[in-house]
T-cell receptor, first 112, second 113 residues
Framework: KNQVEQSPQSLIILEGKNCTLQ??????????LRWYKQDTGRGPVSLTI?????NTKSNGRYTATLDADTKQSSLHITASQLSDSASYIC???????????FGPGTRLSVLP | GAGVSQSPRYKVTKRGQDVALRCDPI?????LYWYRQALGQGPEFLTY????????KSGLPNDRFSAERPEGSISTLTIQRTEQRDSAMYRC???????????FGPGTRLTVT
């Protein structure tokens, strides 16, 4: 069964610090991997999208990496801000159809 | 411009009743997706459409769930004979032609009592 796992489940950091969120998946083959940010009560908003041939993708203070050999991805957040407090969800898409497989998310809290 | 809209935003229904959830995608977006999200979990794929054609409904949990998009625009997700386990946030997303990006609506919070 295609699965996506994320760690840690939750994370608390101080404003200004960096952090890295992990995503492991068993979806194979896959077409693309994306990271979403979901604020409480809002729909997920895409941060980065990487195809299987890409190793890294940046979006401002967010940098995603992908290792297709080990089936791992990470999302690194630099110089965190209070507004970064949200759930971060890793989503992997198989190449056929559009049945995206969502991870459970990592809940990030940034404290002043 | 206007984003994806969903109605109602909140729905409370009694077990055994049928409910219909509506999604208005962004104009021009050909793909439309339905997800279900339990509290504290990531969204779970239910089904998706390209224009009016239902391309993948493998995520629908059972035959009480159905979706349609008869004119390739507005979509309705119908749950028949609701059960308490159907309580969740139901989210709709749309995407333009040839794009990976999905734009999500605010969701409908369904509570079955």
């Amino acid at each position: 069964k295609n699965q996506v796992e994320q760690s840690p489940q939750s994370l608390i950091i101080l404003e200004g610090k960096n952090c890295t969120l992990q995503c492991n998946y068993t979806v194979s083959p896959f077409s693309n991997l994306r990271w979403y940010k979901q604020d409480t009560g809002r729909g997920p908003v895409s941060l980065t999208i990487m195809t299987f041939s890409e190793n890294t993708k940046s979006n401002g203070r967010y940098t995603a990496t992908l290792d297709a050999d080990t089936k791992q991805s990470s999302l690194h957040i630099t110089a965190s801000q209070l507004s970064d407090s949200a759930s971060y969800i890793c989503v992997v898409s198989p190449p056929y159809g559009q049945n995206f497989v969502f991870g459970p998310g990592t809940r990030l809290s940034v404290l002043p | 411009g206007a984003g994806v809209s969903q109605s109602p935003r909140y729905k409370v229904t009694k077990r055994g009743q049928d409910v219909a959830l509506r999604c208005d995608p962004i104009s021009g977006h050909v793909s439309l997706y339905w997800y279900r999200q339990a509290l504290g979990q990531g969204p779970e794929f239910l089904t998706y459409f390209n224009y009016e054609a239902q391309q993948d409904k493998s995520g629908l949990p059972n035959d009480r769930f159905s979706a349609e998009r008869p004119e390739g625009s507005i979509s309705t997700l119908t749950i028949q004979r609701t059960e308490q386990r159907d309580s969740a946030m139901y989210r709709c997303a749309s995407s333009p032609p040839g794009a990976y990006e999905q734009y999500f609506g605010p969701g409908t919070r369904l509570t079955v009592t």
